[in-house]
């Protein structure tokens, strides 16, 4: 049985240490460590991706976006729980925390991310307000289809003075162009995510939830592509730039691009169970047999106390 | 109208294999973590009891 | 201190420390200036390069001190708590790293926040841990965490003191090929 101690730790022959000073002599060493990576390598910092951004640079993704939101077709109005209930939710088996939890942070993305802020807009220019009027009295089945129609004719459309012109045609847009130019310039002026997120509470937007799901999917997954950070390349332990990232994820990272997780609709679920049960492996490790002799087996530890087995080796040469 | 998103930055070259996609830096950490174990159990220590 | 400790496999853990002993003096500094400094100011962005380069520092000697720990066993002798505690720790740094990621306040933040949602939405805590949530994942990370880790810590250390390192496999036969092995 070779996990068995014998003797314990006291029961060897000592060496005089110093704990204090070791201490001191690796905060030196780190610190002196640390000093030279952030005086040679600095750190990367890509600013935040702004809907001003979006709406500046590729104004057919932020219109589509919108577009996405306004006929409830965008990734959160389709994700479930949290959220909604509009969704999956992501089950193994009979199991389903998503569901169970329920709706916590309720988000209809035309309402939260277009038709309220467009409406905390209108205080200060009055004359969308009828156009929001015209939306919000139509039936979904209009509203769908004006959405549809300018959706249909968006890749021939043009921008005029940053305004939206779509093409004349004997198809009905309703009041959707009107609210699309105002949501852009809306956008243009930057405070876009501050109209989307800082009006329920007298706190400031510290809780960005509701702005940070308005660029997630198309915009920021298309911004993270050219970073190569989407979730497909690893992105999760990455750092932008050239920088090393979270290498501590690696397993975590690792599962999402290997079946069954990768052509699972539940794949978070899937691999957040597989880290929790390896996990557990891990720290109960010393309680099951086979996996805690494999030091043993690996016999990396003869190396580590080489200097111990010599010793002990002249010690008992020299008692017989 | 149909322009695409500029990041402010290039990517760093990363190690595309198949599903594996690791970046340099990443692959320099971990390079170095098993260069600095295995040079810790190789060196002898100081003051140790190498003859 | 017995005489097999004699490798430089040791030092792992005390450089673990002493790479979060300089995480929370840079990380203090960067709170004291607020989140927004290291973006407008050199000096701020030096902070958070020290702060950065910690944390890579923390996590690299923590997984050596991990593998040390591992091909040792240093679990045996009723050392079982400690390796448990070990775990805790590197768990919980990763929560501490993750909400690290999210204080930034750029792309990268943003980006880790709407990727890591889906993990945290689908085990149904994404209502109470929210990781879009600037705020809650600001006061997580600058206080709550490192005050876990302290405590944490401190019983690791705590219980290495107590029942001291683990002591050599007593194999007396593998002690003398490798001893005879290395000469």
């Not at chain 1, 309402?111 to 807009?121: I, T």
């Not at chain 3, 709170?31 to 996590?59: E, K, R, T, Y």
């Not at chain 3, 600037?134 to 401190?154: S, T």
Request: hydrophobic share 45%; glycine share 8%; charged share 10%.
């Amino acid at each position: 049985m070779p996990a068995k101690i014998t003797k314990t730790n006291a029961d060897y022959p000592q060496t005089p240490y110093d704990l204090i000073r070791e201490m001191f002599i690796a905060l030196g060493v780190i610190g002196v460590l640390v000093l030279l990576c952030a005086a040679i390598f600095s750190t990367p910092d890509v600013p935040a991706l702004t809907a001003k951004q979006v709406a500046t640079q590729a104004p057919q993704l932020f219109i589509q976006t919108a577009l996405d939101d306004l006929s409830g077709q965008d990734a959160i109005s389709t994700y479930g729980p949290p959220y909604n209930t509009n969704g999956q939710a992501q089950t193994l088996g009979p199991i389903s925390p998503e569901a169970w939890a329920g709706v916590q942070i309720p988000i209809m993305s035309d309402e939260v991310e277009v038709l309220a802020p467009l409406r905390r807009y209108a205080v200060v220019n009055p004359s969308i307000t009828p156009t929001l009027n015209a939306w919000s009295s139509a039936s979904s089945k209009q509203q769908t289809a004006w959405v549809n129609n300018v959706e249909k004719y968006l890749d021939k459309a043009k921008l005029v003075n940053g305004s939206l012109v779509l093409p004349q045609t004997k198809l009905d847009y309703g009041p959707v162009p009107q609210i699309l130019n105002a949501y852009l310039r809306l956008a243009r002026s930057g405070i876009l995510e501050d109209t989307i997120d800082g009006s329920h509470s007298p706190m400031p937007a510290v809780n960005r939830t509701k702005s940070l799901l308005l660029l997630q999917d198309q915009p920021a997954g298309q911004y993270a592509q050219q970073l190569n950070m989407s979730g497909g390349q690893w992105g999760i332990i990455k750092e932008t730039g050239n920088y090393p990232g979270a290498v501590w994820l690696w397993f975590y990272t690792m599962l999402y691009q290997i079946p069954p997780y990768s052509n699972s609709s539940s794949a978070d679920l899937l691999v957040v169970s597989t880290i929790l049960v390896v996990t557990l492996i891990l720290v109960f490790l010393p309680f099951i047999p086979g996996l805690r002799a494999i030091p043993h087996a690996l016999k990396v530890y003869r190396l580590i106390w080489r200097n111990y087995y010599q010793y002990e080796r002249l010690h008992r040469r020299n008692n017989t | 109208m149909n322009t695409q998103l500029q990041p402010p930055i290039q990517p760093g070259w990363a190690w595309q294999y198949s599903w594996l996609d690791l970046s340099l830096a990443d692959i320099i950490v971990v390079l170095l973590m098993v260069f600095v174990f295995i040079i810790a159990l190789v060196l002898p220590f100081p003051g140790g009891h190498d003859r | 201190m017995p005489i097999y400790v004699n490798s430089y496999v040791y030092l792992f853990g005390i450089l673990t420390v002493t790479s979060f002993a300089w995480l929370i003096i840079t990380g203090t500094i960067l709170s004291i200036f607020g989140p927004d400094w290291w973006h407008v100011s050199a000096v701020g962005h030096f902070f958070n390069s020290l702060h950065f380069w910690s944390v890579q520092s923390f996590f690299f000697f923590m997984i050596l001190h991990l593998w040390a720990q591992f091909f040792m066993a240093s679990w045996r002798g009723g050392r079982h708590f400690t390796w448990i505690g070990g775990w805790l720790l590197f768990l919980v740094s990763i929560v501490a790293g993750l909400t690290g990621y999210l204080s930034q306040n750029n792309f990268d933040s943003q980006w880790i926040g709407v990727q890591g949602k889906d993990a945290i939405n689908s085990t149904g805590l994404g209502g109470f841990f929210n990781l879009l949530n600037f705020g809650q994942m600001y006061g997580l990370h600058i206080f709550v965490l490192p005050m876990v880790l302290i405590v944490l810590i401190a019983a690791h250390l705590f219980l290495v003191r107590k029942h001291g390192v683990v002591e050599p496999y007593e194999d007396a036969d593998g002690g003398e090929r490798s001893a005879s092995e290395n000469h």
